[in-house]
Structures are given as structure tokens and as C-alpha cells.
């Protein structure tokens, strides 16, 4: 009896020693997003997929094109050392028109758009151009945050007989917080101001106004005629209004415009902060007062 079972232990390690030196061959279907610079990683959908992940292996026998968007098979042999991945087959092969592919800075905070006065525009400049630049339209993939500067791989794919364009985040190259603004900025943000005085004269008439946010660090008002939107920041004594916009309507009549515009430009802009008014100086000279509006 015991010869018996040792036999039979032996014969039945026989059969199942050749099965432990198999690799296992497995096959699975996945989207491959176009656009890509180099491979791996690749973008890739599995089949319940709703947003495109990192693949970091290497496709065997897969020649890439960044111009096509592929629906691939993929054979994967499992050893017991590594996992292995070639090309299976090329389900489908589609050409993508009119895109793009651009590298963007991301500024820390949205903007208003000029058309629905909502604060929905993101702000961007493209390693092409040294101007910052506004888009109302969504980046699919990429979630911003407000008080970040970003880097981003960008994606723009233009309709097809249509000035509409769609934009696809890449990759986020980097993404820094910016330093928060001063607690006098939660000051500010309290009231509405209005321009008592510009240069020296009397300007009460005209209801020019600004507004601060300070958790967005963003401000909008009237220069009497147009309304303006933008950023500010604030360094121990001097604020600063970088990538100030505005409505461009026709004003009639005298108005304080350019003058009320020249001094929110200055690089060197000194503030203090009376009992009721913001006071701006240019090389200690005082050039506005502002007072404020409770509510």
C-alpha cells in the first residue's frame, strides 16, 4: 500500500511539473490616445474606462503613430519572472485632424469672462507666445485649483469647418502654490471703494469704483465708462494689477479712463490705508483716494 502511494505521488508530479514552467497568455482590448511625443507610457481606455490612464509598459511589435488614435488587442504572457506585452492586433485605426499639441503656464486664479461676467476663464500662456491669454472653454481631464500655478501638456483639437476648439489635458508638467495674499487683502475685500480723487482733482462724479476679492485674489470695477476685471497682489507697501482687462466701449465725452488706467499699471505702486480710504502714491506722490462703501 505505501509503495502504491509513492508511486502514484510520483507519477502525479510527473504530470504537473511540465504546467508549472507555462506562462500564461491572456488577451485584452484598450483605446490609444493620440498626440503622444514618446511611448511609454501610453494613454490608454480599457473597455469600462471613462478617463485615459498611464500604460508604462512596452507594446511589442506596436509602431505608434501620434497622429492616429488606435483600438488595439494586446497579448500578455505572465511568467513567472515579468509580464510581457505585444501587439495582438489593430482593431482600428483612425487619423486625427487639425490637432495640436502645446505647452501651457496656468495662472493661479480664473478671470471674468467678457461675455457672461461670470469668472470662468482660465488664463494661459503658451511656451510660443510671452502673453497671457484667456479660454472660457473646459480642459477635459484637468481638474484646477484656484492658488496653484500649473504647467500643463496640452491637447487642441479645432472642429472641422468651425472656429470651435476643444482642448484635452496631456499631462500636468508642474503645479506650485502660490504665496497667499497678506491679511490686509481681507480688509480690502470688506467694501466697495470709490475714486474720490485722481491726480489731485476731484473725480467723485465719474463712480469709479474697484472691488477686491481676496480669497481669489481677483478685482473688478468701473473706470466710470468700461468695466475691468484682473489680479492684485499685494508686497509689504506695494500692489500690483497684472493682466488687467476690460470692456471696450466707446466713451463719450470727458472721462478719466487712460489716466485712471496709467496708474493702476505702475510696477511701483505704494498704498496705506486711512480710516475711510485706500490712497495709492507713485514715488510718494499721492495720485488716488479712494473711500469706502458699506453696505
Not at 503622444?36 to 494613454?43: M, R
Not at 486625427?96 to 461675455?115: C, F, G
Not at 472656429?163 to 484635452?168: F, L, R, T, V
Not at 508642474?174 to 480688509?187: C, G, H, I, N, Q
Request: proline share 2%; aromatic share 14%.
Amino acid at each position: 500500500m505505501k509503495k502504491s502511494l509513492k508511486s502514484s505521488l510520483f507519477f502525479i508530479s510527473l504530470f504537473l511539473f511540465p504546467y508549472g514552467l507555462y506562462a500564461q497568455i491572456s488577451l485584452f482590448r484598450i483605446k490609444v490616445k493620440s498626440g503622444l511625443e514618446s511611448t511609454p507610457p501610453y494613454l490608454v481606455k480599457y473597455y469600462n474606462s471613462k478617463n485615459w490612464e498611464k500604460f508604462y509598459a512596452e507594446i511589442q511589435q506596436f509602431n505608434y503613430n501620434a497622429n492616429f488614435e488606435y483600438t488595439i488587442r494586446v497579448k500578455k504572457t505572465q511568467t513567472a519572472q515579468t509580464s510581457i506585452y505585444a501587439l495582438a492586433e489593430i482593431i482600428n485605426k483612425s487619423q486625427t485632424k487639425n490637432t495640436e499639441i502645446a505647452i501651457w503656464d496656468v495662472a493661479e486664479n480664473y478671470v471674468n469672462n467678457p461675455t457672461s461676467g461670470k469668472l470662468n476663464c482660465l488664463q494661459v500662456k503658451s511656451s510660443k507666445k510671452n502673453k497671457w491669454e484667456y479660454i472660457s472653454n473646459p480642459i477635459l481631464g484637468f481638474d484646477y485649483q484656484e492658488q496653484y500655478r500649473y504647467r500643463i501638456k496640452v491637447k487642441q483639437t479645432k472642429a472641422k469647418d468651425t472656429d470651435s476648439i476643444q482642448y484635452e489635458l496631456l499631462d500636468i508638467i508642474s503645479k506650485e502654490r502660490v504665496t497667499d495674499l497678506p491679511s490686509v487683502a481681507s480688509f480690502l475685500a470688506r467694501f466697495k471703494w470709490n475714486l474720490l480723487q485722481l491726480n489731485g482733482k476731484d473725480v467723485s462724479s465719474n463712480k469709479a469704483n474697484i472691488g477686491f476679492d481676496a480669497k481669489n485674489g481677483t478685482i473688478a470695477g468701473s473706470t466710470g465708462c468700461n468695466n475691468f476685471w484682473g489680479n492684485f497682489g499685494i508686497k509689504g507697501n506695494v500692489i500690483s494689477f497684472p493682466r488687467l482687462a476690460s470692456t471696450m466701449k466707446s466713451c463719450n465725452g470727458a472721462n478719466i479712463e487712460n489716466d485712471f488706467f496709467a496708474v493702476l499699471e505702475q510696477k511701483q505702486l505704494q498704498f496705506d490705508i486711512a480710516e475711510q480710504t485706500l490712497n495709492f502714491y507713485i514715488d510718494g506722490k499721492l495720485v488716488m483716494i479712494f473711500g469706502l462703501e458699506r453696505e
